[in-house]
């Protein structure tokens, strides 16, 4: 595993963080069961991974918590996330705090190491800022958590509006970010901004459904070309990502979309979720690798850099665990 420094956190975390939410949620969400998502996660700690993503949302705070027992707690990074509703403009700070509280009793640890608020919109940033981000901060003194991160909502904020006034306010040490092979803006809109206020960040959607399903990205890859957005010729090939496989080059559609996210300047730690154990060790793999080719990088720049907003899908509604959706 490489390790990083993230941002002025200054916790040093591996490159390569387990996320526990998406479509996979450890395997929970494809059906398996927890002693599977616990296998994941000491699979994932065997291979050096020492950062873990997970949130109210997914459910995953009880198998994290019950999988990290017995591990030195100084040993691992734990970010979780407030509830969807504490990202909006009618939360309260009381119920913030029950959160947050909530929270520490489903890790059933002590301290978490970053607490997010989860998918803030634009329009409910000024909120989080000035009335729900002041009472986590009173309660981060009292060593609940030590450093406030805020996670944007990718399909609600595709110019990434939130972010960059977070990282202006200097209030969030750490920001999550959506930034992939066909979704490439963060690069000139958020970047920057990051490495200048050295706030860390953790990237999200990296393979998602669009690179994991070969059929949904060439069913995207036909409607932006109908739409102008792509040349035609991608959209007659059922590979239209294939240039990128070759001797020399990626593995695999998704060795590159790890590849391509993990070596961006301003990237800490890319988040991948899974729940198949052979995709977790495929996945560190890439992570590990070095950047994709120049000439695969400048194609990809050249030919999907100005596509915003594509494969952004989120879980459905999940009535049964009450969650709002999982992501
Ligand atoms: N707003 C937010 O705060 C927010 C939003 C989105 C995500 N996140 C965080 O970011 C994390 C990462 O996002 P993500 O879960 O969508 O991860 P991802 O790594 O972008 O995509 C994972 C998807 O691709 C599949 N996959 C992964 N590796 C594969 C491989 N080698 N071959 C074939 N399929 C593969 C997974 O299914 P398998 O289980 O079959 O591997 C899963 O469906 C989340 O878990 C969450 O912690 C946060």
Redesign the pocket.
């Known amino acids: 595993m490489e390790y990083t420094t993230l941002g002025r956190t200054g916790l040093r975390v591996s490159v390569a963080?387990?996320?526990?939410?998406?479509?996979?949620?450890l395997?929970l969400?494809?059906g398996k069961d927890e002693a599977h998502a616990i296998g994941i996660i000491h699979a994932a700690l065997d291979l050096g991974v020492n950062l873990f993503?997970?949130?109210a949302a997914?459910g995953t705070e009880p198998v994290l918590g019950k999988a990290l027992r017995g591990i030195a707690r100084d040993q691992v990074v734990i970010c979780t996330?407030a509830p969807f509703g504490i990202s909006s403009s009618n939360a309260t700070a009381e119920r913030a705090v029950a959160s947050l509280d909530r929270s520490l009793k489903e890790l059933g640890t002590d301290h978490i190491d970053v607490y997010?608020l989860?998918?803030v919109s634009p329009a409910a940033y000024d909120h989080a800022r000035d009335v729900i981000a002041p009472a986590l901060l009173r309660e981060k003194e009292k060593g609940k958590f030590h450093h406030l991160g805020i996670?944007?909502?990718?399909p609600g904020d595709l110019p990434h509006q939130m972010i960059q006034q977070a990282c202006r306010d200097g209030l969030w040490e750490v920001a999550?970010i959506?930034f992939?092979m066909m979704h490439q803006n963060a690069r000139t809109n958020v970047f920057p901004l990051t490495r200048e206020h050295r706030v860390g960040t953790?990237?999200?959607?990296?393979?998602?459904?669009i690179?994991?399903?070969p059929g949904r990205l060439a069913a995207s890859v036909r409607q932006l070309a109908d739409a102008g957005e792509l040349p035609r010729e991608l959209a007659e090939s059922s590979d239209p990502l294939g240039f990128l496989v070759h001797p020399g080059g990626a593995s695999?559609v998704?060795?590159a979309?790890?590849r391509f996210v993990r070596h961006e300047p301003g990237v800490d730690v890319?988040?991948?979720?899974?729940?198949?154990i052979?995709?977790?060790h495929?996945?560190i793999d890439?992570l590990l690798k070095p950047p994709l080719p120049e000439a695969d990088r400048a194609r990809l720049a050249g030919v999907f850099g100005r596509l915003v907003g594509v494969g952004l899908d989120?879980p459905h509604l999940t009535p049964l665990s009450g969650r709002a959706k999982s992501?």
């Open positions: 963080g387990l996320g526990t939410g998406g479509f996979s949620r395997g969400g494809t993503d997970t949130a997914y996330k997010q989860h998918g996670t944007e909502t990718g999550m959506a992939h953790l990237l999200m959607f990296a393979v998602r459904n690179f994991s399903q695999s998704i060795d979309a790890y890319v988040l991948f979720g899974t729940g198949d052979g995709h977790l495929t996945n890439s989120a992501d």
